[in-house]
Nanobody, 120 residues
């Protein structure tokens, strides 16, 4: 029902910064939350940051103080500003949206992911 377009991934040296974007579109009645997750090779997907419908952010302990999630409601876009990047941040980053669709059903959809690689 929705399309998530992610951008901003790339290669960066340790200590550098990247800004990820997730543009959301489709048949959405109400967005409940938008989050960023990541999955490193050989590991399970984990929560990085989530912003709720009220605008409240939540972060994984490993990124708190370094990453910032924000949104631009006019552009239907959620951002993840990543600073002080570490090699252990290397992963595929996925955008996720939890929402109520036009058919009134509660859904959760994923973007295709964007690669973030941090070199030492």
């Amino acid at each position: 029902q929705v399309q998530l377009v992610e951008s901003g991934g790339g290669l960066v040296q340790a200590g550098g910064s990247l800004r990820l974007s997730c543009a959301v579109s489709g048949n959405i009645f109400r967005i409940n939350a938008v989050g960023w997750y990541r999955q490193a090779p050989g590991k399970q997907r984990e929560l990085v940051a989530v912003i709720t419908s009220s605008g409240s952010p939540n972060y994984a302990g490993s990124v708190k103080g370094r990453f910032t999630i924000s949104r631009d409601n006019a552009k239907n876009t959620v951002y993840l500003q990543m600073n002080s990047l570490k090699p252990e941040d290397t992963a595929v980053y996925y955008c996720n949206v939890k929402y109520r669709g036009s058919n009134w059903a509660e859904r959760s959809d994923w973007g295709r992911g964007t690669q973030v690689t941090v070199s030492s």
